[in-house]
C-alpha cells in the first residue's frame, strides 16, 4: 500500500455501534482487494493490514470472518461503477450518541402519528415512505 497510508483506524472499544466499527475492517478489506491485482497480493498485504487493527482492539476472529468474505469477491465485480442513488429523501445527519438510540426507535414506532399531526406537518415536510435510519450494507 501506498506510504501516505497511516493506517490510523477508529478504536474498536470507542464510543461507536458495533456495526461501524465492524463496516471500518470489511471496507478497508474491499479497499485493498480493489488495489491488489492477484489474490496472493491481496493475502500478503492484508496480512499486514491485520496488525494495524489488532494494535487498535479489533478482535482477529472479527478481521479472519471479514477477510473470508473479501476474499471470495471476484475482484472485477469490484471494479464495476455502482449506478448512483438517485433518491429525493434529505437526510438528518446527527453526531452519534449511545442516548439516541432509544430517540430513534420511538420516532419510527410513531412515524405514521408524526406525519399525521397537522401542527407538524406544516413546519416538516415528511416524506412518503417510512422512517429509515442508515446502516452499512456490508455487514
Known sequence: MR????????NYFS?????ITNSIVFSQLLRYRRICS????????STDLVGHFLKQGYPLKLFIRMWNRVRD?????????KPKDKSDKTPLVITHNKGLDSLLKNIKRDWNLLKSDK???INIQFPNDSCQTSTPQST
Open 3 to 10: 506510504p501516505t497510508d497511516k493506517h490510523t483506524y477508529l
Open 15 to 19: 464510543n461507536h455501534p458495533r456495526h
Open 38 to 45: 492477484n489474490v496472493a497480493i491481496f493475502d500478503n498485504q
Open 73 to 81: 469477491i471476484p475482484r472485477p465485480t469490484l471494479l464495476v461503477d
Open 119 to 121: 401542527d407538524l406537518k
